[in-house]
């Protein structure tokens, strides 16, 4: 464990660019970083290049593998850091940002605008990806007042009720899918983590959300240090719970509803990340969760950059990769916690 914040951010930052240099600069098309650079500072206008064997790599850095790079370490920072906010919320470690039925409906509106041939664009951008944020933010308005009781909401109400309207929302999934085999394909892409493209806009539209989402969070990361007291002894520090409750709930699937519309469903990334960054720098909820925002987005950059190129020309989903990394790490942790409990 790293005893300094500033070395842990900055150790985190530079994987984190070099992440992205070499996210940008590996694919079918290799770019070497010498042409990269030029092509960088030509568009600040800091250069002027004309040479043409330089130039033709422009479309491909500026409009296909930068949007695309930027696009997966905004998802890997948001399902990164909502998975640390569910994480303490909940107090358990197993917790992830799908568990309070975001990724269920987002999953089921996007198989609803695929079964149904929906093909307008406004915005600029995929209906799937609006159709999933709609699914994903109105599932988990119905799971918070379902769980709702009086003024308060109980952490265990609230888990059960995201996972059976969860399950509802998979079962409902699966009964267009087999109803429209049309559309299976599409949805089955989607939903192991295919990148839709887009170019820019899709990071455009996340942007805001993945501000504001991260700055609720941390405002109230020493809140959530409290908060692993216990709710009545956060009650008794002079913590409002039920209001942190819904700030934090809120805020962690607003980034997750977003991450999952444009990046599809990649699990695993809320969970792996968090532990890493606790082993790493602590259970500080004020170190934890910009570290989560960093190391989270590496993670996914370097994920995709190994489904762009493990069985290249063919791109396997994002998702896979995560899964694949994710399911050892996830049987380790289910046996250090057996063996802390037994």
């Not at 809320?270 to 989270?296: E, F």
Request: proline share 5%.
């Amino acid at each position: 464990m790293l005893n300094s914040p500033i070395a842990s951010s900055l150790l985190l930052f530079v994987i984190l660019i070099t992440a992205i240099i070499l996210g940008v600069a590996i694919g079918s098309v290799p770019i070497p970083p010498r042409i990269i650079t030029d092509l960088i500072l030509d568009r600040l206008s800091f250069t002027n290049i004309t040479i043409e064997e330089i130039s033709k790599y422009s479309t491909i850095l500026f409009d296909i593998r930068m949007p695309r790079v930027a696009l997966m370490a905004l998802t890997g920072a948001a399902l990164a850091t909502a998975g640390a906010t569910y994480q303490g919320l909940f107090r358990n470690p197993l917790a992830d940002p799908y568990l309070v039925g975001v990724a269920s409906g987002a999953g089921l509106g996007a198989t609803i605008a695929i079964t149904t041939n929906l093909n307008s664009d406004p915005l600029g951008i995929s209906i799937i990806t609006i159709a999933a944020f709609a699914g994903g933010i109105i599932t988990v308005g119905i799971v918070v007042m379902t769980a709702r009781v009086s003024k308060t909401t109980p952490v265990t109400t609230m888990l059960l009720a995201g996972i059976a309207i969860g399950s509802f929302a998979t079962a409902a999934t699966t009964l267009l899918m087999l109803r429209r085999p049309d559309g299976l394909q599409r949805a089955f892409n989607w939903m192991l983590g295919s990148y839709l493209g887009g170019g820019w806009t899709p990071v455009k539209i996340m942007i805001p959300y993945m501000v504001l989402g991260s700055l609720l969070i941390f405002i109230n990361a020493r809140a959530l240090n409290v908060f692993q007291l216990g709710e009545e002894q956060a009650q008794q520090l002079g913590i409002h719970v039920e209001r942190l409750k819904i700030i934090l709930i809120a805020s962690a699937t607003l980034m997750t509803a977003s991450a999952v519309a444009f990046g599809g469903l990649i699990g695993f990334v809320g969970l792996i990340v968090p532990h890493a960054m606790r082993i790493l720098t602590g259970p500080d909820y004020r170190r934890l969760l910009p570290c989560c925002l960093l190391g989270g987005a590496s993670f996914l950059v370097l994920s995709d950059l190994a489904a762009r190129n493990i069985m290249a020309p063919q791109e396997l989903p994002v998702g896979i990769i995560t899964a694949l990394t994710g399911t050892p790490f996830f049987i380790f942790l289910l046996r250090k916690l057996k063996r802390s409990v037994f």
